[in-house]
């Protein structure tokens, strides 16, 4: 069982580069591909990318869970899939009906079927049970793509053209043409190919053990990662939870668009809020699961819940520390030294009081910067508000309690707003807009405020995190066995 527990972490670098090669080819294909064709026209090179991600990302499932027949089964069914969405759009058969197109957009797709095939061989109608999250991902797929910077308003692209990369990545694609090859847009790929197969190992370990969904989040100190799997866990979903908080803004503003501009049909409202009530809940399962990553990866490697696993969530500068991290890191073997690491040594000393003070400080020169330090009465009260909050967050658990239902009940108002947005068909360029200028980056700010204090939640109350592994029970049975290691003398 252990062995099957850490066999899918070894081959995830082969998924990695997979992604790699498949982006490079996705990235040669969109420089010279005549998107005037349509979607009447077989398009070879695209069908080389599907072909090379399933191929390789089921052999990975088969090899990790010595289920290749299954895996082979589930392949196949992808392909037939492949051929059979390319006639129905060539015959554009799901845009005469709109229940065919709902059915169509929801459950035929590559991701979900060929998975639920894969866990009935597999388990039978208890793997319907386990693998449904793979739905919810296959439904939010186009979210995560206009999460990237596909889109010309993405915050990424501003920040491309704002340091001049695109005359950087400016390609000539023929006598006095060029087209700017926009390289951020091809990070998805291997966020998402990635974030797949995490998702699919996770659904099979839960189907295993038959565990419930609230033990997915709690830490297995036992978990073993290698160094090159816990580098890509790292960047894989840090990529995934800027991909959904970016493109939970961007996706419905295409929807808007397209409606208001008279190309857009109206079942895609249910398609548009589905979509983001799934990314939504898929937001706070990444963010927990990676939560629940570090946890396991920073104790198996003695490194204190302090001002290191701060840097490492920081915004940019994290992404670049974490390698360091991954490079010094010495692993605990035993599952028991983890656990008094754990809850002996992890939670001593974590500087808790200092932190505060530099996240107010830093809050504070954000504040002077964004109002060019003519800051106004209102700035004032709000960074005032901002930073009372923050203090009762790191005093007390209950601010935690407090932040995270208030940012629930926000973000679910924001998506009241857009799916409101998206029934009177406004233009998304207009004032009244929910996607002005203004609204994009203080959206885009505090979902990422909101996932940072769920992430640094154990700097601040690491007692309320729950482990499968106790020190108790540890102690108990390393007692029991130096008990029965004692040799009594005989009695006479």
Known sequence: MNETRFSWLKVLPLIFLTALVTAGIQMYHDLYYDFNAGATQFDGLQFLVFLIKNAVLWAAIGLAFQAVKPATIALGVSLVMYFTDFFLNKYYIPEGSVVLTNLHALFFNT?????????????????????????????????????????????????????????????PTGENTHRVLNVLTYVSHPAMQCGTYILYATCYMAAINRSGWDQLFRIDLSNNYTKPAALIIFYALRFLINLLIVGLFSH??????????????????????????????????????????????FSSNQIKISWLYWIV?????????????????????????????????????????????????????????????????????????????????????RGYYFLLGTGWVAMLLYSGILAVSALKGENYFGSA????????????TSAFTFVQFVVMLPIFHIEVIKTEQTPEVIDEAEGEAEMGSIEFPPTT
């Open 313 to 397: 969530n920081l915004p940019i500068v994290g992404m670049l520390a974490f390698p360091f991290v991954f490079l010094f890191a010495q692993t605990i073997s035993k599952v028991e030294d983890r656990t008094r690491f754990f809850y002996y040594e992890a939670q001593q000393e974590q500087k808790e009081g200092p932190i505060m003070f530099i996240m107010l400080l830093l809050s504070f020169i954000g504040m002077l910067i964004g109002e060019g330090l003519d800051v106004l009465y209102s700035s004032w009260t709000v960074w005032l508000i901002d930073s009372a909050i923050l203090v009762m967050y790191c005093v007390s658990v």
């Open 111 to 171: 991701e979900f079927l060929p998975a639920l095939v894969f866990a009935f061989i597999c388990f039978k109608k208890q793997g319907l049970r386990y693998f449904w999250p793979v739905w919810v991902f296959a439904v939010i797929t186009s979210l995560l793509f206009f999460g990237s910077a596909y889109l010309d308003r993405s915050p990424y692209n501003i920040l491309f053209r704002f340091i001049r990369l695109d005359d950087l990545f400016s390609v």
């Open 433 to 444: 807009s929910p996607f002005t200028s203004s609204n994009a980056p203080m959206w885009i």
């Open 252 to 297: 419905p503003a295409v929807f808007l668009f397209q409606k208001y501009e008279g190309h857009f049909n109206g079942h895609y409202v249910f398609i548009m809020i589905l979509g983001i009530v799934g990314a939504l809940a898929f937001l706070v399962a990444v963010t927990l699961y990676y939560r629940k990553f570090l946890l396991e990866y």
